[in-house]
C-alpha cells in the first residue's frame, strides 16, 4: 500500500491506497504528539509514502519524524514540474510554484483534458486557469479567510470582532457585522472575477478544494467540490512513475 500525503504547515490530508482502491483517509494534526496513530494497524503494509507540500525544511523534518513513528517505508516529495502528460507549467523557475497548486491541476487536466478553473481555499485562496491546450494560463494567490481574520484582529489597530461563518454581504451596522460581512464581501468578488475569467478564457470546468471550498460555493461559486483533488493528482503522479 502507498500512503498519499498532502501537507501544509501543522495539517496533513492523508489517504492510503492499495492499487486505485482507497482503504483509509483522514487529517492529521502534527501539533499532537502522535498525528498518524489511526494508520499503525497498517503500518507493516506501507511500502512508500508519497508526499505533496508547502511547507518549510522544519515542517518537513517534523512530517518526517511522525511518519517514521509509523512505518519505515521510504518518504518521496513530489514537487512542481515544467510539464506532466501534456500539462504545461507557465512558471519559468517551476521551483517558485507551491506542489499543491501544480497536483491540483495535474488532477483536473488528467480527468478533463479541457480548460479548467481551479480554486484551492485554504489557508492562501489560489487560483489557477488551464487552457484547452493543457497550457497554464496563470494564476492569483490571495490570503484566505482566517489570514485575514487574524490581520484584521491583530495588525489593523486591533479590531475587535467574534468570527461568524455567516455568508451576508450587506453593509454591517456593529464592527462585528461590517468585519464578517467585508470578508464575505471580499469572498464574493473572488467568486465573480473567477466567472469573469472562465468566461474570458472559455474554460469548461471550474473545480473548488480546501477548506473554506464550501463558503465559496455558498457565496455562488459554479464549481465542482473536489476535497481530495491535490491527493488525486499527487496519486496520478506516482502512478505514472511507477510506483502504483
Known amino acids: 500500500m502507498i500512503l498519499f500525503i498532502d501537507f501544509g504547515n ?106 479548467c478553473a481551479i480554486v484551492d481555499a485554504g489557508s492562501a485562496v489560489t487560483v489557477d486557469y488551464i487552457d484547452d491546450r493543457g497550457h497554464h494560463i496563470g494564476g492569483f494567490i490571495l490570503p484566505g479567510l482566517r489570514m485575514m ?25 456593529t464592527t462585528g457585522e461590517c468585519a464578517n460581512h467585508g470578508l464575505a464581501w471580499l469572498t464574493e468578488g473572488v467568486v465573480r472575477q473567477t466567472h469573469r475569467d472562465v468566461a474570458t478564457y472559455e474554460l469548461q470546468h471550474v473545480l473548488v478544494t480546501g477548506g473554506d471550498a464550501q463558503r465559496f460555493i455558498g457565496l455562488g461559486l459554479q464549481a465542482e467540490y473536489c476535497p481530495e483533488l491535490v491527493l488525486d493528482g499527487l496519486n496520478r503522479v506516482a502512478a505514472q512513475d511507477g510506483l502504483v
Not at 509514502?49 to 512530517?63: D, G
Request: aromatic share 10%; net charge positive; proline share 3%.
Open 10 to 115: 501543522t495539517r496533513a490530508k492523508w489517504r492510503l491506497m492499495r492499487g486505485s482502491e482507497r482503504i483509509y483517509g483522514g487529517v492529521a494534526d502534527l501539533t499532537v504528539p502522535e498525528p498518524f496513530h489511526s494508520l499503525q494497524k497498517y503500518a507493516g503494509e506501507v511500502v512508500c509514502v508519497c508526499v505533496s507540500t508547502v511547507a518549510s525544511e522544519a515542517n518537513r523534518n517534523i512530517l518526517e519524524a511522525a511518519i517514521a513513528r509509523v512505518t519505515a517505508a521510504p518518504v518521496r516529495f513530489y514537487w512542481s514540474e515544467s510539464e506532466r502528460d501534456g500539462l504545461k507549467n507557465s512558471y519559468q523557475d517551476v521551483s517558485k510554484m507551491g506542489a499543491d497548486r501544480w497536483h491540483a491541476m495535474v488532477a483536473a487536466w488528467g480527468r478533463f483534458r479541457a480548460g
Open 149 to 173: 481574520r487574524r490581520s484584521l484582529k491583530l495588525d489593523a489597530a486591533r479590531i475587535g470582532f467574534d468570527a461568524d461563518e455567516q455568508l451576508d454581504t450587506r453593509p454591517g451596522k
